[in-house]
C-alpha cells in the first residue's frame, strides 16, 4: 500500500463509530495480529504515538565535535541533530525554509560553523539564526525578516549520553517520561558508554515484532542453543522434561514500570557471577570462561574479550573461603576498572543484578548492561510499510581515562543472514523475526498468546501504546 492510501485506510479507520476493529485489541493474554501487520495501524502508530513521544534520536557520540550533525529519520519525517559547542545540541526541522531541500544527509560535519542549504546556498548559524539569503531583496517585497526563515527547533534533551527529541510542540515533561527509570539508567552509567561499534540492518517485519523477540530470556534455549546446551535439549525432545535443567530464564525476574518501560534481572544466577549451567570444561573457571566467550565471539557486546582475559588472569589464584568465583572476578574487574580510571556502575546488588538482565526504555530502546559495557538496540520502523523496520544494534563500553574514543559510525547491513556481517547470536535472534512477520499474516493466528510472566513487558508495552492511540489529538 502506498502511503496516500495507508493515510486514506487512516481516515477511514479514525471516522465513525468502527474506528477501532477487534484485530488492533491488546488483551490480558494476548495480542491481536492486526497491530503488528494493518497499514492503517502503522499509519496511527505515526500520528499518535511517533508525533508525540519522546524517541532516542542520537547518541553524543555520533557528533562529537562542534559542528558534527547527524540525521534522524523517523517515518517520512525527518530531523536534523547539530553539535552547537561542547555542551549544547540543538534539533531541526531538517528542512530548507527557501524550497524545501534538506539540509542534511546521514551525518557529517558542517564546515565554518555554518549550515548552508545545497540548492541556493542559504545559509544559518548552528544555533538556526538566519545568516545568508541569496537575492534577499527579491523575497516577501524586500521585507523578508530573518525570523520568517530562521530554522525550526524540535524539542530536545540530553540524558544518557543520547538525544531524545519530541516532535509534538507541546510535549510531555521528558522529566515524567523517563522517571520511572531514571535513577536507574543513571546507576547503570548508560551515559559514561561510549561506541564500540554500531550497526543498523534492514529487517523485513514489524518493529514491534522485531523488539519483543529481545523483551524476554525464555526463548534462549531453543533459540541459542550453544548458551544453554541442556535446556536446549529438552526443548528439542532429545531429554525428558522431567530432568533437572537450571533454565536461566527461571532466575529472570520481569519488571513493568508506569510509561510503558520495563525491565527483567538477571540476578545472582548468571554466567558473570560464577553460575554456569552447563559444565563446559574441568574447572568452574574454564568452564565459566568458555560460556562468556560465547558472548564475546557471539555478539561482541556486553561480555568483551578484555572482561574475559580478567576472568583468565584469575587461573590458579585461590578463592577465599567466605568468597565465589563469581565474587572474586567482579572484584578483580573493578580492580583493573580502578587501576585504568574506567568509569564503571557503582557494584551494587542491584547494579550487578542487571548484568544478564536488560532496561527497556519505551517505545523502542532496549539495554543490556554488564561488566561496564552496554549493548544497546533500538527498533523503529522503515517508512509507513508494517513489514519492514530497522533493527540498530550499538555495541558500547566505556574506556580508561585518556582513550580517545573514535566519532560513532553507522554500518550498513545489507543482509542479516550474512555471517560477515551480523554475528552469531544476533543473527540466531533475527532469522525468527522475518517468520514472525510472515505468520502474523497467516489466516491461521488471531491473536499471540502471552506468557503472563515472561512475557509481561510486551503487554506493559502495548498497553501504553494503546494510552497514545486512543488520546485525543
Ligand atoms: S531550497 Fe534551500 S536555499 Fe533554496
Ligand atoms: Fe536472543
Redo the contacts with the bound molecule.
Keep these: 500500500m502506498n502511503e496516500l492510501a495507508q493515510r486514506t485506510a487512516l481516515k477511514n479507520a479514525s471516522g465513525g463509530g468502527s474506528s477501532w476493529p477487534p484485530s488492533w485489541n491488546t488483551m490480558p493474554h494476548g495480542i491481536s495480529v492486526g497491530r503488528y501487520i494493518d497499514p492503517a495501524f502503522a499509519a496511527l502508530e505515526y500520528e499518535k504515538l511517533w508525533s508525540k513521544v519522546w524517541q532516542a534520536a542520537a547518541r553524543l557520540d555520533e557528533i562529537p565535535q562542534a559542528g558534527d550533525y547527524t540525521v534522524y529519520n523517523i517515518g517520512d519525517q525527518s530531523v536534523l541533530l547539530v553539535r552547537t559547542n561542547a555542551d549544547t545540541v540543538k534539533v531541526y526541522h531538517n528542512v530548507?525554509p527557501?524550497?524545501?531541500?534538506a539540509l542534511g544527509e546521514g551525518s557529517g560535519t558542517f564546515e565554518n560553523s555554518r549550515i548552508m542549504?545545497p540548492?541556493?546556498?542559504?545559509r544559518w548559524s548552528l544555533e538556526g539564526q538566519t545568516q545568508f539569503i541569496l537575492e534577499r531583496q527579491e523575497f516577501r517585497g524586500g521585507e523578508l525578516r530573518d525570523s520568517d526563515v530562521a530554522l525550526k527547533e524540535v524539542h530536545s534533551v540530553v540524558f544518557a549520553g543520547f538525544v531524545f527529541i519530541n516532535l509534538d510542540r507541546n510535549p510531555q515533561p521528558f522529566d515524567e517520561f523517563i522517571a520511572p527509570i531514571r535513577t536507574m539508567m543513571e546507576n547503570l552509567a548508560v551515559g559514561e558508554m561510549r561506541h564500540y561499534w554500531w550497526k543498523a540492518i534492514p529487517v523485513p517485519a514489524n518493529w514491534k515484532v522485531a523488539q519483543e523477540a529481545f523483551f524476554e530470556a525464555f526463548h534462549v534455549p531453543a533459540t541459542h542453543p550453544q548458551l544453554e546446551v541442556r535446556g536446549a535439549k529438552v526443548v528439542s525432545g532429545l531429554a525428558p522434561e522431567t530432568d533437572f535443567v537450571d533454565f536461566t530464564h527461571r532466575n529472570v525476574v520481569y519488571e513493568v514500570f508506569d510509561k510503558g518501560h520495563g525491565r527483567f534481572i538477571g540476578g545472582k544466577k548468571t554466567p558473570m557471577q560464577g553460575h554456569v549451567s552447563d559444565m563446559r570444561a574441568d574447572t568452574l573457571l574454564e568452564s565459566m570462561a568458555a560460556r562468556l566467550s560465547l558472548l564475546v565471539v557471539g555478539m561482541d557486546a556486553q561480555v568483551l574479550q578484555k572482561d574475559v582475559d580478567v576472568l583468565l588472569s584469575l587461573r590458579g589464584k585461590p578463592i577465599p573461603e567466605d568468597s565465589s568465583l563469581g565474587g572474586e572476578y567482579i572484584k578483580a574487574l573493578y580492580k583493573q576498572a580502578g587501576e585504568q580510571q574506567r568509569p564503571m556502575p557503582a557494584p551494587t546488588p542491584e547494579n550487578l543484578g542487571m548484568w544478564g538482565g536488560e532496561v527497556f526504555l519505551f517505545p523502542n530502546v532496549m539495554i543490556l548492561p554488564q561488566a561496564g559495557n552496554a549493548m544497546i538496540y533500538r527498533v523503529r520502523p522503515d517508512g509507513l510499510d508494517p513489514d519492514k523496520c530497522v533493527f540498530e544494534i550499538m555495541s558500547t563500553t566505556t574506556y580508561p581515562a585518556g582513550h580517545k574514543v573514535e566519532r560513532a559510525v553507522v554500518e550498513q547491513v545489507t543482509d542479516l543472514q550474512d555471517p560477515e556481517q551480523v554475528l552469531l547470536i544476533p543473527r540466531q535472534d533475527l532469522s525468527n523475526i522475518p517468520r514472525m512477520q510472515k505468520g502474523l499474516h497467516s489466516r491461521g493466528i488471531r491473536q499471540t498468546w502471552l506468557a503472563v510472566e515472561q512475557e509481561k513487558i510486551i503487554l506493559n508495552m502495548h498497553r501504553e501504546l494503546d494510552r497514545y492511540l486512543h488520546a485525543e489529538a
Design positions: 530548507c527557501h524550497r524545501g531541500t542549504c540548492f541556493h546556498g542559504w
